[in-house]
C-alpha cells in the first residue's frame, strides 16, 4: 500500500526559502520507473504543476517556476524535498506530492496516489 | 491561463449525464495520454481516469474517458449529489517536457 505525506512550516515570511518534506512508504525510489512529484492548489483556485524527481534522478520542472525550485531525493528516508526560494504571499497554497510511475515512458505519466496535502501561508 | 482548457463550470440534475471536455494541442493531448482527477471539496486530488479511458480499481464505471485528436472528454453518467467536485484534466507536455493541469471544472449536480 503506497501512502505519502507532506510536512514542513505552515507559515513562511515573504522572501524567505521554503522547504516541504514528502515521505513514502509502500514504493521505492530505486526502483526503475518510480517518481515523485509535487503539485500546489492556492485557494479557491486550480491544481498547478511544480516539480518531478524520477528513480533515476530525472529531475522536470514547471517552466514557470524552474528558478526557484528544486527536488531532490533521500533514497534512505524514502523522501522527496521541495525547496521553493523567494516565497512571496501569492505562494500561499495547499502543497501536495504524489507517486507517479510512467515506466519511463511520460507518454504515460499520471500522478496515482496523493498525500493529504500541507497548507503553507506566506505572510 | 492554462495550456489545457477545460470549462470552468458545469451543471445536470441527478441521474443525468455530463461530459466535461479538455482541450490541448499536438505537443501534449495530440501526443501523449490524458489523466482526469476529481477533487471533493477539502480533499486532496484522485485519479478517476489514465491512459486516456482506463479506471483505477475502485473508481465506478459511471464514469469514462476518451480522447479525439487533441481533445478528451471525461464523461459521468447517472449523475449522483456526491460527484459534485471540481475535475481536472492533466498530460505529458513534449515541448515543456513537464506535466500540465487544466484549469479545472466545478460540477455542480443540482
Known amino acids: 500500500q503506497i501512502t505519502l505525506k507532506e510536512s514542513g512550516p505552515t507559515l513562511v515570511k515573504p522572501t524567505q526559502t521554503l522547504t516541504l518534506t514528502c515521505t513514502f512508504s509502500g514504493f521505492s525510489l530505486t526502483t526503475g520507473g518510480e517518481g515523485v512529484g509535487w503539485v500546489r492548489q492556492p485557494p479557491g483556485k486550480a491544481l498547478e504543476w511544480l516539480a518531478l524527481i524520477y528513480w533515476d534522478d530525472d529531475e522536470r520542472y514547471s517552466p514557470s517556476l524552474k528558478n526557484r525550485l528544486t527536488i531532490t531525493k533521500d533514497t534512505s528516508k524514502n523522501q522527496v524535498v521541495l525547496q521553493m526560494t523567494d516565497m512571496d504571499p501569492v505562494d500561499t497554497a495547499t502543497y501536495y506530492c504524489?507517486?507517479?510511475?510512467?515506466?519511463?515512458?511520460?507518454?504515460?505519466?499520471?500522478?496515482?496516489?496523493w498525500g493529504r496535502g500541507a497548507l503553507v501561508t506566506v505572510s | 491561463q492554462s495550456v489545457l482548457t477545460q470549462p470552468p463550470s458545469m451543471s445536470a440534475a441527478p441521474g443525468q449525464k455530463v461530459s466535461i471536455s479538455c482541450s490541448g494541442g499536438?505537443?501534449?493531448?495530440?501526443?501523449?495520454?490524458v489523466s482526469w482527477y476529481q477533487q471533493l471539496p477539502g480533499t486532496a486530488p484522485r485519479l478517476l481516469i489514465y491512459?486516456?479511458?482506463k479506471r483505477p480499481s475502485g473508481v465506478p464505471e459511471r464514469f469514462s474517458g476518451s480522447k479525439s485528436g487533441t481533445s478528451a472528454t471525461l464523461g459521468i453518467t447517472g449523475l449522483q449529489t456526491g460527484d459534485e467536485a471540481d475535475y481536472y484534466c492533466a498530460i505529458w507536455d513534449d515541448s515543456l517536457t513537464t506535466g500540465l493541469f487544466g484549469g479545472g471544472t466545478k460540477l455542480t449536480v443540482l
Open positions: 491512459d486516456n479511458n
Open positions: 499536438t505537443s501534449n493531448i495530440g501526443k501523449n495520454y
Open positions: 504524489a507517486h507517479s510511475n510512467d515506466d519511463g515512458d511520460r507518454r504515460y505519466w499520471y500522478f496515482d496516489l
